[in-house]
């Protein structure tokens, strides 16, 4: 019999493993999971999920910056040109550079007022997403879910 995402692929063979399988689910419910999301960003700001990672990112660490270096380590998807995203926030003004002066070949990157007020207008919505997403689960299904995701990236080990 085949499984439910065998139903959902359309796909008739078996796959080759379990965690051939699992790992199919994952990154299908990843990417189901984000997409809404996504889209709200792309038509309400402009942003992409990556770039609203770094505004986040920033956020947090404010009003002190962070090297680039530091931003990509934060990252939840990683980014190889972190540089090429902060050009296009600081194109928008979402973002501002600085040379260190303890060490003029550190450049921070900070965010700027325009930054903080975009993300101010979208975080209740950002907020309600991941309930409209994941709600239907309950606190107990959450809670299974969390301990499993948490268990299956210890178990990576650091994956580069």
């Known amino acids: ?38 889209r709200y960003l792309k038509s309400k700001t402009g942003l992409s999920t990556t770039q609203y990672n770094l505004l986040r990112i920033l956020r947090g660490s404010h009003p002190e910056g962070l090297t680039c270096g530091e931003v990509a380590e934060r990252m939840i998807n990683r980014d190889p040109d972190v540089t090429r995203l902060v050009d296009r ?12 002066f ?36 309950g606190k107990k299904q959450l809670r299974e879910l969390r301990d499993l995701l948490a268990a299956s990236r210890a178990g990576m080990g650091e994956v580069s």
Do not use: C, N
């Not at 926030?89 to 260190?100: A, G, I, N």
């Open 1 to 38: 019999m085949p499984s439910q995402l065998q139903r959902e692929l359309k796909q008739a063979k078996p796959f080759p493993s379990l965690e051939a399988e699992v790992y199919l689910s994952l990154r299908l419910t990843a990417q189901r999971a984000r997409e809404p999301w996504a």
């Open 89 to 100: 926030l600081e194109k928008r003004q979402l973002v501002t550079r600085e040379r260190d």
């Open 102 to 137: 303890g060490d003029r070949r550190v450049v921070k990157i900070y965010i700027a007022k325009a930054g903080l007020a975009t993300l101010k207008s979208l975080d209740k919505t950002a907020e309600q997403f991941p309930k409209q997403i994941l709600g239907h689960l």
